[in-house]
């Protein structure tokens, strides 16, 4: 790829002028025009608004000015971000023709650093899917093999970054929707704590475990963008009172005397690939090597997690997915009654997955059964919590693979459950509210790549990117002496 | 207390008794809705007052107001209630007067629970709970009569949607419609005095849900029915009286009550079917996971506590005792009710007849603006008609000009040329009455009780009019029995 410069790269240029943000983002535009049709990463390429705001940057740093830490960087936006009057569709076709009149905090946030917004990237349907194959307009493919799925539900982002349309992109993240599709396309994501970036734009899946995060192809990249997009906002009530994150200054602590634990369920969990557990036991042995304090943890209520996280997901989806209902906003299919109305839009506008889902949590919270299902799920999401307690007690951060496998075919998870089994790794993370990073770890039988998952205790971010860092270094020496 | 309410209500056939338990909502009077900055405002364009988040557009957040959860505090410990940690829930239901297809309310852990409310005529009646939720938009049905089911279009106004409610929630205490009127009046008097809520029930800024069922005396209670929307005591009175007879009707025909909720037609004084239980929505309440719960400390109870103004009950005694009547004193709550006891007690503390200024409280001033009226003022006009300067009718009408202008009585009845007459001139008068009715005159004198009352009035009468309405009907029924040697 022509544009092999990274985030903190580009800023450092662009902010010293050595680089105008216009080449910057027209290079990246030219990169998109080549291979975007080929991998469909984009519902939309905002190219004339993306050189505008170049311009802008360019301007301010004529001035004397200093754009801020992103300055010129391109950023693809998961298309459940809101955007002030470019389209939002989370890939489904009952947000049609709706514009937000707002912007997302973290769009915000981005503009005030200085980054240049590419495009809306392609999502499962309402972020519901482990391979953007639910999206209502059509999968996207996987920059290192055109013929499988880049992961999802935050596929698009991550296609974008793999294959060079942007250095960074936005996902998020409810059950694994960042970490897997970075693992599948072989770049870093993360989901940052519970309530450590703002909600507010987030287009809601399951509320209570959405997170927005970052993908980038180096994790001094994630870090930096990370730390752009988090902090206190007054507008989402589960935001954390604490300053943004400061994660930079960790990357370069190396991991002396750190206490590593793998997690034994979730590295011998149902279906785990033996090139994915070779690759999770390599990175053990790196961080041993570089001085890390290595033991096998056992955190047994993370059996439970995929079994909770499908109650509780779609328990508060099928409430925030309520309000689409043909009133107000995307599509309407008339019909006589304000009742029939709503069916037929409804019936209209979801996909299948979309659908199921909701069929699921409504069944969940109905009455007589919530004890059983909702309650019993967020029961479990205790005990979990209180298993991961136990286990941060021995250790500073746990380590799993990201996904059971790489990057599968299109079509080859048909069945709905085993797409769900994909998340095995990812799930416990989301209902515990901790961070996880995915780092890119080499590659598997197939040739394609293999991540690993980083897990730290709440606001732990700086130790668990110190940790990614580390083993993104390893990985760079191996590559270097093979 | 001593009148304490009885328990059996005129209206209903002799061995029937009724039940009631109330749901009030009311609007809390915050300056802006109950999760979002929009204001809160009555009356204004529609759907000027909306923002993404009470138009719940997609990713929009709930950040819960302060001032609200400080109002519904505030009502919870006026009503005695246990002041909690509490979490919002979500009601899932599909509505387009709903902009989320969910409402936030509260559910199984509401902020406040297990109070009671004391009422004017002695009864307590307990308060299961008081819970905060947020309003919905509001529909106009266009064509059709404007009613749901044919009309042409419906319009959807949605400056109420999000606005701040608390639901008051009494237990199933009350037995009559007088009492369920006493105990919402008495509620209100308490949200205005807390300053809660405007309660203006005209504005549907206070509404009333009864839940009626009937039983025959001694027999378990019944199957309930509940009326929605019940937007004045009068309506409240009458929907209860119908729908207890109605189910009276019903089962000494024979038949069943359905558990169901109706609505009340003022019009035609008739309540309704709108849905039976079976119909009814499972609303499937989950905690909202957009919100943290709310977690008051003992000191912001203990501050809410000392900032409590005084309670309409404690008002009432502070009256009754000034005035050395009973709490249940008909005068004394209205005066509370309307707000009238500081004028009430500012007249008996400037040395004004505590029976003077009750009467003038109960039924000269039931007016707007009569609790602006000056105490002073109000004691210098008793004195006036206990010295004698001023008749009971003269007095009404110098005190309703009183209220309009805010002028001094003294000046009022000067202008009005009242002078009362002199014992002398009242005197002569009456005298000359009688003399010339000797008749009515020897019947009054020794006729029993009953023609003495009658004739009593036709005395006046020839006294006012050959007074001119000057003499003071009080001195001059006295000056009657005197001459009559009674």
């Known amino acids: ?482 | 207390m001593t009148d304490t309410a009885t328990a059996t209500s005129s209206v209903l056939p002799e061995g029937w008794e009724m039940v009631i338990g109330l749901e009030v909502h009311c609007e809390l009077h915050t300056a802006t809705k109950l999760f979002c900055s929009c204001p809160n405002s009555f009356g204004d364009e529609p759907n000027a007052n909306t923002c993404p988040t009470c138009l719940g557009l997609p990713g929009s957040l709930p950040v819960v107001n302060e001032q609200a959860v400080e109002l519904a505090m505030r009502l919870g410990r006026a009503l005695r209630c246990d002041v909690k940690r509490s979490i919002f829930a979500r009601k899932n239901y599909f509505y387009p007067d709903q902009p989320k297809d969910y409402q936030i309310s509260q559910y199984d852990l509401p902020t406040n629970e297990h109070g009671h409310l004391d009422l004017p005529s002695g009864l307590r009646v307990g308060i299961t709970r008081a819970h905060i939720e947020e309003d919905t938009g509001k529909l106009n049905h266009v064509g059709g009569g404007g009613r749901i089911h044919d009309a042409a279009h419906s319009l959807v106004d949605y400056n109420r949607a999000g606005v701040p409610l608390v639901e008051i929630v009494s237990e199933p205490d009350l037995r009559t419609s007088e009492q369920a009127k006493e105990y919402v009046a008495e509620l209100r008097a308490i949200l205005l005095a807390t300053g809660v809520s405007d309660a203006k029930m005209e504005e549907g800024s206070m509404r009333v849900d009864a839940n009626v069922s009937v039983n025959r005396a001694g027999e378990p209670w019944g199957t309930r029915c509940e009326i929605k929307n019940l937007n004045s005591l009068r309506s409240l009175g009458r929907a209860i009286d119908h729908e207890a007879l109605r189910q009276i009707q019903l089962l000494e025909s024979g038949e069943r009550i359905r558990q169901e909720t109706r609505h009340w037609d003022e019009a035609s004084g008739r309540t309704g079917t709108l849905r039976s239980k079976e119909d009814a929505d499972d609303y499937r309440y989950f905690p909202e996971p957009d919100l943290v719960p709310l977690e008051p400390t003992s000191e912001d109870i203990a501050r809410i506590d000392a900032a409590l103004p005084p309670l309409p009950a404690a008002r009432r005694a502070t009256l009754a005792e000034a005035a050395g009547v009973e709490t249940t004193d008909a005068a004394v709550v209205l005066a509370v009710q309307r707000d009238l006891d500081p004028l009430a007690l500012g007249a008996l503390g400037a040395g004004a007849d505590a029976a003077r200024v009750l009467t003038h409280i109960e039924h000269n001033l039931a007016v707007d603006g009569a609790e602006a009226l000056s105490p002073e003022h109000l004691a210098t006009l008793v004195k006036m008609e206990t010295g004698g300067e001023l008749t009971a009718t003269q007095a009404k009408a110098v005190l309703a000009e009183m209220v309009e202008t805010g002028q001094d009585p003294a000046a009022i009845a000067k202008a009005k040329g009242f002078e009362a007459l002199d014992t002398g001139a009242l005197e002569a008068i009456v005298d000359e009455v009688i003399a010339a009715n000797p008749d009515e005159w020897e019947t009054f004198r020794t006729g029993d009780d009953k023609a003495r009352g009658k004739l009593t009035g036709f005395f006046m009468g020839q006294v006012m009019k050959a007074s001119k309405g000057q003499a003071d009907g009080k001195a001059a029924t006295a000056l009657l029995r005197t001459r009559a040697g009674l």
Request: proline letters at 6%.
């Open chain 1, 1 to 482: 790829m022509s544009e092999p410069a990274t985030a903190v790269e580009i800023a450092t240029a662009v902010r010293s002028g050595e680089r105008s943000a216009r080449s910057v983002v027209e290079a990246h535009l030219a990169a998109i025009e080549a291979r975007e049709a080929d991998v469909h990463a984009f519902n939309l390429v905002t190219a004339d608004a993306a050189l505008a705001r170049a311009d802008e940057v360019d301007a301010r740093v004529a001035a004397g000015e200093d754009p801020g830490p992103l300055a010129g960087v391109p950023i693809a936006l998961k298309d459940n971000l809101c955007t002030t009057g470019v389209p939002t569709t989370c890939s489904s076709k009952i947000l049609d023709g709706w514009r937000p009149p707002y912007d997302a905090t973290v769009v915000q946030r981005l503009a005030a650093a200085g980054a240049v917004s590419v495009g809306k990237t392609n999502l499962d349907e309402f972020a519901m899917g482990s391979s953007t194959e639910n999206s209502a307009f059509g999968p996207t493919k996987n920059p290192h093999d055109l013929t499988r799925v880049p992961g999802g539900s935050s596929g698009g982002s991550a296609a974008a970054v793999a294959a060079g349309f942007s250095p960074l992109g936005l996902g998020s993240d409810t059950g694994g929707s960042i970490r897997q599709p970075a693992a599948f396309c072989g770049i870093v994501g993360a989901k940052p704590t519970y309530g450590a970036v703002s909600r507010y734009g987030l287009v809601a899946f399951a509320s209570s475990l959405d997170q927005i995060g970052p993908f980038a192809t180096t994790v001094a990249d994630a870090a930096v963008l990370l730390e752009a997009i988090s902090g206190h906002d007054p507008l989402d009530s589960t935001s954390l009172p604490e300053a943004p994150l400061a994660l930079t200054d960790h990357l370069t602590r190396g991991v002396e005397g750190l206490r590593v634990g793998v997690v034994k369920e979730l590295l011998d969990a149902e279906g785990i690939a033996p090139d994915v557990q070779a690759r999770t036991r390599a990175a053990v042995e790196a961080l041993e090597a570089a001085g890390a304090k290595v033991e096998e943890v056992s955190v047994p209520a993370v059996i439970y997690g995929l079994s909770a996280y499908y109650l509780i997901a779609p328990a508060e989806a099928s409430s925030n997915l309520a309000r689409y209902d043909g009133v107000r906003y995307g599509l309407r299919v008339d019909a006589p009654t304000t009742g029939e109305m709503m069916d037929a839009t409804r019936t209209a506008g979801f996909g299948p997955e979309v659908e199921r889902r909701i069929m699921l949590g409504t069944y969940a919270l109905s009455a007589g059964y919530y004890d059983a299902f909702y309650g019993k799920a967020q029961k479990v999401r205790t005990l979990i919590i209180r298993d991961f307690e136990a286990a941060y007690e021995r250790c500073d951060v746990l380590l799993s693979p990201t996904a059971p496998t790489t990057a599968f075919p299109f079509g080859a998870k048909a069945d709905p459950l085993a797409m769900y089994l994909n998340d095995v790794c990812t799930i416990p993370s989301n209902l515990a509210g901790h961070p996880a990073i995915s780092v890119p770890f080499g590659t598997g039988d197939d040739g394609l790549p293999i991540g690993v998952q980083v897990m730290a205790p709440a606001l732990a971010e700086g130790t668990m990117f110190q940790v990614a860092a580390a083993l993104e270094a390893h990985l760079a020496e191996e590559g270097a002496s093979s």
